[in-house]
């Protein structure tokens, strides 16, 4: 059985009509749904199993013959509305999180990215400070909610060549990376408010390098005659996009940070300088590929779609610890 975490993104209906035709048995899960519209129920007792089972509009299924775990994309959880009080909806999400996420670590299967790893992934501090023991090249970055550490960063860096950004790009505030302007310093207070990322802006060709298990897709998004160059996210359909290659080293070094981190999936983001210098800027651990999957044909869709069959079908001992397959295609 595969158990996949995530709710109707593209990205996961089109890998699991995958694994539907090649004949797996998929229970696909919304933590959305909880604990409003679905059930969790786990027994425990001295001797014997423990017992898993959630139940959605789906029925009840029971986790304990699942072999594998995608972790996609987690929702927040959706609440009853008839707790009108914000300490009462507090709580029940509160006490959903302990059962469930209690639960998912629980399970004695391989996971793809294991919870509490992509969690910890997912804080650009923690990447940066990996990613920089491990020798990547790194932007000079000031994380700050100090104003006048803000100023100070920018004057060094340069009008011009300063970029600021947040940390999560939410679908509810979504923020593109931009260049620090003379105007925008008369709001430097504000960044009091919450830490701000200031960093070098770096001039080049990005690269998106897609990790799956051992498997690494690199692809070439030339933004730099766009009206954006800043952000290519803003401009894909105006940037050039096309397969990449990245040097040996370089691949086994990204090959490196995604197992300290403990990730097996996770899409990487460099941008490479004129003088041919690869900078590291971030991981998403549940970052998009089909943009690029679309404009260079890399087979990124199946290459997920295969790595989870082939852990269904894996012949190994259970183990408590989800690190054991990070980075492994079984």
Not at 1 to 18: G, N, P
Not at 108 to 124: E, F, L, S
Not at 242 to 256: A, K, V
Request: charged share 25%; hydrophobic share 45%; aromatic share 8%.
């Amino acid at each position: 059985m595969i158990l996949v975490v995530s709710y109707d993104e593209d990205h996961t209906v089109e890998v699991v009509r995958q694994l539907d035709a090649a004949g797996h048995e998929v229970v696909r899960v919304d933590l959305a749904h909880f604990p409003a519209h679905a059930g969790v129920t786990l027994r425990y007792g001295n001797g014997g199993q423990s017992h898993h089972e959630l139940t959605t509009a789906a029925g009840a299924t029971g986790l304990d013959g699942c072999r594998v775990a995608w972790w996609r994309r987690a929702r927040p959880f959706t609440v009853e509305h008839t707790l009108s009080a914000a300490r009462d909806r507090e709580f029940a999400a509160s006490e959903t999180a302990q059962a469930l996420h209690g639960m998912f670590h629980s399970l004695t299967c391989a996971w793809v990215n294991p919870p509490a790893c992509d969690g910890a992934a997912h804080h650009k501090p923690y990447q940066w400070d990996v990613a920089r023991r491990l020798g990547l090249a790194l932007p000079h970055t000031l994380v700050t909610n100090e104003p006048e550490q803000a100023l100070g960063f920018i004057r060094e860096t340069g009008l011009g060549r300063t970029v600021f950004k947040a940390f999560l790009a939410r679908a509810d505030a979504w923020r593109e990376t931009r260049l620090v302007r003379p105007e925008d310093l008369a709001h430097l207070e504000t960044v009091r408010y919450a830490p701000v990322i200031f960093q070098e802006f770096v001039p080049g060709v990005d690269l998106r390098v897609t990790v799956v298990g051992d498997r690494v897709f690199a692809a070439e998004i030339d933004a730099s005659a766009t009206s954006y160059p800043v952000d290519m996210r803003m401009v894909l359909d105006e940037a050039a996009v096309r397969r990449g290659t990245l040097p040996p080293s370089l691949t086994d070094t990204l090959l490196r940070f995604m197992r300290r981190l403990g990730l097996v999936y996770g899409a990487i983001d460099l941008r490479r300088r004129p003088d041919g210098e690869y900078v590291f800027l971030e991981v998403n651990p549940a970052g998009q590929w089909l943009f690029v999957e679309e404009r260079t044909g890399l087979p990124i869709t199946a290459e997920v779609a295969g790595l989870l069959s082939r852990l269904d079908r894996l012949d190994h001992e259970p183990v408590a610890a989800p690190r054991h397959l990070a980075g492994s295609t079984g």
